[in-house]
Nanobody, 124 residues
Framework: QVQLVESGGGLVQAGGSLRLSCAAS????????MGWFRQAPGKEHEFVAA????????YYVASVKGRFTISRDNAKNTVYLQMNSLKPEDTAVYYC?????????????????WGQGTKVTVSS
């Protein structure tokens, strides 16, 4: 059983930056591809970014491409989401998720484990 704990959320002005972290425990981290999703108030979960087990492959939703960067440190069992040039529409609860596999996946139902989420609020 894998446990995922997100941190790094908060309140930031538009144009600012935040770095989210997701620490994993209870499993072999390199067995998992990792992803970030978000859920804005009243909306469904939205895929944000994903990274393969090695970090060699990444994928982003179009709305964050060029602003967000997903990375992982397998020695620290941690995945990161660097968010720059934040916009009010990025406001959401951000969740990290683990998928038992080596490929990058973007569908919510493919992921096996989820964190509790960290809230990001971007003010205009």
């Amino acid at each position: 059983q894998v446990q995922l704990v997100e941190s790094g959320g908060g309140l930031v002005q538009a144009g600012g930056s935040l770095r989210l972290s997701c620490a994993a425990s209870g499993g072999t981290f390199t067995n998992y591809a990792m992803g970030w999703f978000r859920q804005a108030p009243g909306k469904e979960h939205e895929f944000v970014a994903a990274i393969s087990w090695s970090g060699g492959s990444t994928y982003y939703v179009a709305s964050v491409k060029g602003r967000f960067t997903i990375s992982r440190d397998n020695a620290k069992n941690t995945v990161y989401l660097q968010m720059n040039s934040l916009k009010p529409e990025d406001t959401a609860v951000y969740y990290c998720a683990a998928y038992i596999g080596i490929m990058v996946v973007t569908t919510k139902d493919s992921y096996d484990y989820w964190g509790q989420g960290t809230k990001v609020t971007v003010s205009s």
